[in-house]
Structure formats: C-alpha cells, structure tokens
C-alpha cells in the first residue's frame, strides 16, 4: 500500500510528513525556518517546488495568491504568537478559530476547554481574565491554546520555545509532548537537543534539507550539526571548538564520553609540558 | 506576502541621476510638481506637471515598474471615489441612470482631483524611492529651519517625521506578519476583515500594541544615548552641483508658467 504523506514539500527544502508523526526541521537562526514555516502552512507561495496535503496542492493552479483556499486542517504556531493575542478575554481569543469554522456554542466551548487544558492553565480561574493580565509564559501557552483549539491534523510550531527563560522553556516542552500522536507535528527549531525528541529529523543547510539521523543518534553527527549553525548542548560546542584548533575527538553520541575526551586530551597535553 | 516587491515609501539602493541628486533640490523639486498639480487647470497645466513627473522619473527609470506596482491599489481607489464625487456632484445632467445622476461638472471634478492625487502620490513615491530617510529628514530640516526662530520645535518634528519614514518598511512587514499569524489560527482575513469586528481586532491590536512597546523603547534608548542634551551637528555638508542648479532652473520656470497661466490668462 502506497501511503501519500500528509503534507509534503518538494523544492529546494523538501520534506515529508506522515500522519501522526513528529518531524523537525533543524536549522541555524536566519535559515529560512520561518519562511518554510509559512510555506508548509500555505500561508505563502513556496520560491521552488510545491506543497501537497494529502496529496494535493490547494494553491495549484490559481493564479493568485489567495489564502482564505487555504486548508484549515494546517495550522501554524507563530514565533512570539503571545504578541498575537488580542481579544478581552483568554476565551474569546482561544475561540477565535473555532468561531471562524461556524461551529455550535457548546462545540466551541468544548474545543476551548480541551485546549486550555491541554496547556494546563486552570480553565475556571483564567478563562474571564484579559490575556494581557497573564505572565509571557502563560500568553504563549494561550496563544498555543488557540492554535490547538482548531483540532489539526497537521500542527507547524515555528521555534516555540525562544525567548523563553530556561524554566518556562522546560514547561512549555512538556507541554508539547502529550501531543504527540494527536496530529502530526512539524517542529522547526535552531536547538538540537529540542530536535532529538522527533520521531525524523531535518537538517537545514544551504538553503537545502538533509534528513538526519534522528533520536539518540542525532548528536553523533555533532560535527555537521555544529558546522550548519545549530545551537548544540556546551560539551559539543566546546568540542568543535577544540577541533577546529586542531585536537582530535571522538564522534561518540554520549554528552558523558565526549567530556571525558576532553579531559583526557587536556591532561595529556598538560603532561607533556 | 512578505518580500515580494518594493514596498511604499521604502528607499531603493541605487545610483540613478536622482539618487545623486541632492535630497533639499528633489524635497522642494516635489513641492514644486506638486503645487503646480494644485494649481493648475486642466488641461495646459496638468499636462505641464504631468510632463515634469515624466521627467523626474526618466531619471530614476529603472524604478518605474516598481512605481507602478506602488500606484496600482491607487487606481482602484481613484476610479471608486471618481465615481461617488461623478454621481454626487450637483450640476448639469449627463444622463439619468435609475437614481444615479452623472453631472458633467461631477465629471470634470473628478478628473481633477484624480489626475492630482496621481501624481501627488507619484512624486512623493519617486522622493522616497531615491532619497535615504535620514536625507529627507535633512532636507526638510534646511528647508523649514527658519520656523525655529518663532519658537516652532522644528528639530523636534523633524525627528519624529524622520523616525516615522523609517519605520514604515517595517510597519508593512509587521502587518503581514500578524495577517499570516492570525490566518494560521483559522482567520478570515481578507476583504471581508473591513467588515468583521473581530477581525479588525485581531489585526489592530497586536500591531498598536507592538507599536507602542517599539516606540517606548526606542524613546527610552534615544534618551540613554543623551538624545537631545545639547545642539545637533551635522557629519554631512550637502552641496548644491551643476546637476542641482539645472533641475531647479527647470522646475522654477516651469512652475512660474504654471502660475500664470493658471492666474493671470
């Protein structure tokens, strides 16, 4: 049985989504990421190549650029969404997708409800209050609340967790996690560690996707990771650093072995002074 | 979409005979081809004020396409309103259409205030296609630095106009990043957003509140930088050149017959 990809891009940076699936698209700051963020999500013309969903490309043989054709099964996390917010109350705004698919009252208060508590804000305490009242932290998960109230099929997340402190990125991380398996999940990111969660990862590099090894063995190609610009755990940066001043270091996954390396190649040298 | 053309009042790199013209001589230079598109009466005069534009953007002809593509919405709203000020203006009666009673003073009117607008927006488009904000903010400065004197804050105006042209790129950016932001959670945005509540909300919102938190940062770190804490020097002496003498000459004799047939025959 041949399956059609949910979403499928093919130009210069093409890449291929199966129902349900996490992939991450890897790529350096000022990559292009959320030009193909925008892509994917038909919300703009792809420069090279086209975009499928489920086989079909929406925009295809229109000659103007009109976005109302666009699938709404697709939808699209903005970087800083909290800067989209808008309306009086965190109910109004998480329900501003909903109402625009003309659904009954009791089905938009469903889906509102599911995606605030999906978010975990506590649904009673927050959902009369002004968005605006709320911590950044807590207006990007409403903002992500709203994305996830249309019900996806397929959910793009344009680096979800920049500007965010250490703390509130480790939360809004485990937010994203249940959601795995609900819709499948396109994650665009410049941190390799936050990559190596999806099921198949991409590389963007010279304005071209290469799919990497993904999982545990993602850090194995630290070299080229380091090379493309991504933002890699210090052990890493730290050894292609030395290497570019001429130390030689193992090509070892483990964050543990590569220290000792390290260490070990700082001491010989110590030694033979 | 995001970087598609040149966008509305944004500078263009380039190195045309307008480019190298001196910013004061092409401010006043619009101000001349624009008074003369108010002054003058149809059709001597327009024709004249019409040629002067054709003029100034032979010299930066390169940027013509992209012009046009500026003027374009233009048109659609110069037709619209050519047709409400056609039908409403009292006056003899072409034709009577249902309700709809086309004058032909509401013509001749309408084809004034068009052709004005055109070229008003045509010549202002050309000056900020070819001349650096900051050159315009200079310009303007040397032309209205005498009002300082009746304790008009022209420094002050000039800046803020200076800071406002420079910001416009990135307003239009900034809107079609919060359009494409607000259609990836199942907007509607098009046409119709004129008409939805909500959908001018969504739009306005983020974008007036973006604003505000850019303009208060950008008051904040001017002043950190001691803005205004003493006079202001200039790095550049502008000079007037050959090329400079010759356009002014042009656009004074030009603009003087302009007047006079306008007032006087």
Redesign the interface.
């Known amino acids: 049985m041949i399956t059609v990809a949910v979403l499928e891009h093919t130009g210069t940076r093409a890449l291929k989504v199966e129902a349900a699936e996490v992939v991450s698209v890897l790529g350096a700051p000022s990559s292009g990421k959320t030009r193909l963020a925008l892509e994917l999500a038909f919300l703009m013309r792809p420069e090279k190549g086209e975009v499928f969903f489920h086989g079909v490309n929406p925009l295809a043989r229109k000659s103007r650029f009109e976005p109302t054709q666009r699938p709404r099964e697709v939808t699209l996390l903005v970087q800083n969404a909290e800067d989209q917010l808008f309306a009086k109350t965190v109910f109004d705004d998480v329900a501003f997708g909903p109402r625009h698919l003309t659904f009954s009252d009791a089905e938009i208060e469903r889906r509102v409800v599911q995606a605030l508590e999906a978010v975990r804000l506590d649904v009673d305490e927050v959902r009369e209050r002004s968005p605006f009242a709320l911590s950044g932290g807590e207006r990007r998960r409403v903002a992500l609340a709203g994305v996830l109230a249309m019900e996806p099929e397929v959910l793009i997340l344009d680096e979800p967790t920049a500007n965010l402190d250490p703390q509130t990125r480790n939360d809004f991380l485990d937010l994203l996690e249940p959601l795995r398996g609900k819709s499948a999940i396109v994650w665009l990111t410049s941190r390799a560690r936050e990559a190596a969660l999806a099921d198949r990862i991409y590389l963007l590099r010279d304005g071209r996707s290469i799919e990497v090894h993904g999982g545990a063995d993602l850090l194995r190609n630290w070299r080229d990771l380091a090379s493309a610009g991504v933002e890699l755990p210090s052990v890493y940066e730290l050894a292609f650093a030395l290497e570019r001043c001429g130390h030689s270091l193992p090509s070892t996954a483990s964050a543990g072995e590569l220290q000792q390396a390290i260490v070990q190649d700082w001491q010989d040298r110590h030694r033979d002074r | ?2 970087g598609s053309t040149p966008r509305f009042l944004s500078y263009q790199v380039g190195d045309s005979v307008l480019h190298r013209m001196d910013p004061r001589t092409k401010l006043l230079g619009a101000f001349a081809i624009m008074a003369d598109a108010l002054l003058a009466s149809v059709p001597f005069g327009m024709l004249t004020a019409y040629a002067l534009g054709a003029v100034a953007g032979l010299m930066a002809y390169h940027l013509l396409p992209s012009l046009l593509r500026v003027l374009r919405p233009l048109l659609i709203l110069i037709v619209l309103f050519g047709f409400i000020i056609v039908v409403t203006t009292p006056g003899h009666a072409l034709a009577h259409i249902w309700i709809v009673v086309p004058t032909s003073d509401g013509v001749s009117l309408a084809i004034r205030l068009g052709l004005q607008a055109l070229l008003i927006v045509y010549t202002t488009s050309l000056l900020s296609l070819t001349t650096p904000p900051l050159a315009v903010a200079d310009a303007l400065q040397w032309t209205f630095g005498w009002l300082q004197r009746f304790k008009v804050p022209v420094r002050d105006i000039i800046a803020m106009v200076a800071i406002g042209l420079t910001f416009v790129p990135l307003l239009i950016e900034e809107t079609q ?2 359009i ?11 046409m119709n957003a004129l008409l939805d509540e ?1 959908s001018m ?2 739009l ?3 974008l007036l ?2 604003n505000l938190r850019r303009g208060g940062e950008l008051a904040e770190s001017m002043e950190a930088r001691l803005y205004d804490t003493g006079p202001r020097t200039m790095l550049l002496q502008r000079r007037f050149r050959r090329l400079d003498v010759m356009a002014a000459s042009v656009l004074t004799v030009f603009t003087a017959v302009v007047v006079l047939v306008s007032f006087v025959v």
């Open positions: 979409m995001i990043k919060v494409a932001a607000q259609r990836a959670r199942g907007a509607n945005l098009g909500q909300a969504a306005l919102i983020p509140l973006a």
